[in-house]
């Protein structure tokens, strides 16, 4: 079973056993606007909870992407770094960031679940 | 101060615009379809912007306005006839730019239409200079609405039949609905097109009739890069108090006619002619996706700092990061290589010619 949840940065993150999976949410991209830049972590890297792990850019301004948990990063999406467009279209799927090894899976429980994060997110575009 | 609306501002909701502020007024940032579809659709069909915002001065008197205005701005507007417009500066004595604007000569007098930020400020300067003989007027009683895009033409024609003989940088007197309305073929987009002074009242159905013709309402989103990709400067980013038009490469609005005559300006713009100017506007290309938004400092390949990017963006058509900034003069040459310091990495760049996109009018060419 895997676990999703929220941060307050707007990214998404998905855990199956020790990978977790990390993306922008839709609300964040409908927030952005036409994405036309994403720069991805390194593979092989270390992050750190709440530390920046990437960077997405609109037409209008930049925008650095958070990292919800700490960790080693094992994977990065080329997809979206080639074509960023994807990242509107599909961002909580396919349109993923970077997966990381967790190093404290503890890290999740301060995050939202999807009910608490629909909620803080209209009340913080309100 | 409360924020203002313009004559559109239903109709920007009803079309599903996200507002912002801009210069003391609620604006569209961008539509439904966003920036890059309203971009595009602008440079394949037209688009309709709301430039309300912008001021709209009219000055009349007596037959000395001419020359009393000449002495002000760097313009030939001795030679200029009635419904001709053109593009300058109202400049301070440093010979920085207080303000772009694009002066036509009317039946009796001229109109002047200024920035939305510089516009009272503007007033006053003009007033001050200007003998109390003079009648000025910043109308706020009239809506400004630009059409771009190369079917412009055909949806303008439908609405206000007769518009389409209009030469460009030119106006004339129309009727809409049993009431004057006031078109130049003018633009800031790099596409042919009009702007359309009506008065409030029937701004909103005129509107709707252009869409019914199949137009659709831009923001100031793709206003933006649209005017990007076509070279030209917004004012408040690329041109400033501080920066003169021989620096910021708009040299040719300033007629040779003029320039040993005595305008606001004229003997710091006559020594920069003489002697050149120490920086220059100049358009940049990275040689990357990343994109350089405005105040990115810029280095030569010894690593010193030459400069800083002005306006920075995604050009949608294109299809690459653009931008346009201030170098020293030494590497202001097409193909000089720059970079461009982005989140703490040097990013190399080009400079290249003004401007990214150049229309054909036959078809768009893409000139990246």
Same mark, same amino acid.
């Given at each position: 079973m895997s676990e999703v949840k929220y941060s307050k940065e707007h990214e998404w993150i998905k855990l199956d056993g020790e990978e977790a999976t990390i993306g922008i949410?839709?609300?964040a991209t409908e927030m952005l606007g036409d994405i036309v830049f994403a720069e991805l972590p390194e593979k %092989? !890297? &270390?992050?750190?909870?709440?530390g920046t792990a990437g960077v997405v850019e609109s037409t209008k301004a930049a925008s650095d992407v958070y990292t919800p948990v700490s960790? #080693?990063?094992?994977?990065?999406?080329?997809? *979206? +770094?080639?074509?960023?467009?994807?990242?509107? #279209?599909d961002p909580e799927e396919s349109a993923w960031f970077f997966k990381l090894k967790i190093k404290d899976k503890s890290e999740m429980d301060s995050l939202m679940s999807k009910e608490e994060y629909e909620k803080f997110a209209k009340e913080t575009s309100a | 101060m409360s924020i203002k609306k313009t004559s559109l501002n239903n109709l920007h909701i009803k079309y599903g615009a996200k507002l912002v502020e801009f210069a003391g007024y609620?604006?569209?940032?961008?539509?439904?379809?966003?920036?890059?579809? #309203?971009? /595009?659709?602008?440079? !394949?069909?037209?688009?309709? @912007?709301? +430039?309300?915002h912008m001021g709209q001065l009219f000055i009349s008197g007596s037959d000395d306005l001419t020359s009393d205005l000449e002495k002000i701005f760097p313009a030939d507007l001795k030679k200029l006839k009635t419904n001709q417009s053109k593009y300058s500066f109202l400049m301070n004595n440093k010979g920085g730019i207080q303000d772009d604007l694009i002066i036509t000569k009317t039946s009796d007098g001229f109109l002047i239409i200024l920035n939305a930020a510089? /516009?009272?400020?503007?007033?006053?300067?003009?007033?001050?200079?200007?003998?109390?003989?003079? /009648?000025? &007027?910043l109308d706020e009683s009239l809506s400004l609405i630009a059409l771009?895009? $190369? #079917?412009?033409?055909?949806?303008?024609?439908?609405? *206000? $039949?007769?518009?389409?003989?209009?030469k460009f940088m030119n106006g004339n007197n129309y009727v809409y609905n049993n009431e004057k309305v006031y078109i130049t073929r003018s633009g800031y987009t790099g596409e042919d097109g009009f702007e359309i002074s009506i008065k409030h009242s029937d701004a909103e159905t005129f509107v709707e009739n252009l869409i019914e &013709?199949?137009?659709?309402?831009?923001?100031? %989103?793709?206003?933006? =890069?649209?005017?990007?990709?076509?070279?030209?400067?917004?004012?408040?980013?690329?041109?400033? &108090?501080?920066?003169s038009p021989i620096e910021a490469n708009l040299k040719w609005a300033i007629p040779k006619s003029r320039i040993e005559t005595e305008f606001v300006g004229s003997e710091v713009l006559k020594n920069q002619f003489q002697s050149g100017v120490k920086k220059l506007r100049v358009g940049i290309k990275p040689d990357s996706k990343v994109i350089a938004r405005g105040n990115t400092k810029i280095y030569n390949d010894k690593n010193q700092e030459i400069g800083k990017v002005t306006s920075g963006t995604f050009g949608p058509s294109v299809e690459h990061p653009i931008a346009m900034g201030y170098v020293d003069n030494s590497y202001s040459t +097409?193909? =000089? /290589? *720059? @970079?461009?310091?982005?989140r703490g990495k040097k990013i190399p760049a080009n400079i290249c010619n003004l401007p990214f996109y150049k229309k054909n009018y036959v078809k768009g060419e893409i000139n990246v």
């Open positions: 949410t839709k609300h %092989g !890297s &270390n992050v750190d909870k709440d960790g #080693e990063v094992t994977d990065t999406n080329q997809m *979206i +770094v080639d074509d960023p467009s994807k990242i509107n #279209e | 609620q604006m569209p940032i961008q539509y439904k379809d966003g920036i890059i579809q #309203e971009h /595009k659709y602008t440079r !394949s069909h037209s688009g309709i @912007f709301d +430039v309300s510089c /516009k009272y400020n503007d007033y006053k300067v003009i007033k001050s200079k200007l003998d109390n003989q003079y /009648k000025l &007027n771009q895009g $190369p #079917e412009a033409k055909n949806v303008l024609n439908k609405v *206000i $039949p007769g518009c389409d003989s209009l &013709n199949g137009s659709k309402l831009i923001g100031l %989103g793709a206003r933006d =890069t649209l005017r990007m990709e076509a070279g030209l400067c917004l004012y408040g980013n690329d041109l400033d &108090n501080d920066t +097409v193909n =000089t /290589k *720059i @970079f461009l310091e982005v």
